[in-house]
């Protein structure tokens, strides 16, 4: 089953502008991390964040997290075409039995 | 240094034949992963590995499917018959150590598998 639910689906830009992508869980966490997928390859880790933190940064990624409305937002600033990906939200319980739950994924198109 | 490797990238084969998956985890990763992604969705989690030990393999369809990592290093996944709703692409993923709180993984770039 999956418990990250990305919104929206798909998200089509101008390259410079900015990208929002949101993600929503169910069930408490650990951490919550995204991943990104290109066309036809595997998932590269982009950022994790704790479930005691709140808000984090990598380059030109914000990513925040509310444990209280479970959701996480993953912001892409200045995009280029090159992030043109599916983005994907992962949770993670932790423990002993950590593993990640992934939601679908977002469809990110970025026009040149 | 050398990501995750996995092979054939892809396979076709016919219902009720036998299809097997190999991966190679990053070196020094003690935990692996196989993961099910079908069109449109998120990767499922199939198996997990610490070392050579399999701790969940609770979303393995074991009639059909089984695992096996030999030394704790390689795994292969095979499917025997494999049926129609097997295609799909079948990641392979390795981590440092899968019981960290903070666990990234780095995936291998999968196995297209079309099942005809």
């Known amino acids: 089953s999956q418990q990250g639910e990305e919104d929206p689906q798909a998200l089509s830009i101008q390259e410079g502008e900015n990208a929002t992508m949101n993600c929503s869980y169910k069930t408490s966490i650990n951490n919550l991390q995204w991943y990104r997928q290109n066309s036809g390859r595997g998932l590269v880790h982009l950022i994790l964040i704790r479930s005691n933190e709140r808000e984090k940064h990598s380059g030109r990624l914000r990513v925040t997290l509310d444990t209280s409305k479970k959701s996480s937002s993953l912001l892409i600033t200045a995009s280029r075409a090159a992030d043109t990906a599916s983005y994907f939200c992962?949770?993670?319980?932790?423990?002993?039995?950590?593993?990640?739950?992934f939601g679908k994924g977002i469809t990110l198109s970025v026009r040149p | 240094e050398a990501g995750v490797v996995q092979s054939p990238r892809y396979k076709i084969i016919e219902k009720k034949q036998p299809v097997a998956f190999w991966c190679n985890p990053i070196?020094?990763?003690?935990?692996l992963y196989w993961y099910r992604q079908n069109l449109g969705q998120g990767p499922e989690l199939l198996i997990r590995?610490?070392?050579?030990?399999?701790?969940?393999d609770s979303q393995l369809p074991k009639d059909r499917f089984s695992a096996e990592r030999l030394k704790g290093v390689d795994s292969t996944l095979k499917i025997q018959p494999a049926e129609l709703g097997d295609s799909a692409v079948y990641l392979c993923?390795?981590?440092?150590?899968?019981?960290?709180?903070?666990?990234?993984?780095?995936f291998g770039p999968g196995t297209r598998l079309t099942v005809l």
């Open positions: 992962a949770t993670d319980a932790g423990g002993a039995n950590s593993k990640l739950t």
């Open positions: 590995y610490e070392n050579e030990e399999a701790v969940d």
């Open positions: 993923a390795s981590s440092l150590e899968g019981t960290s709180a903070y666990n990234e993984q780095f």
């Open positions: 070196s020094g990763h003690n935990t």
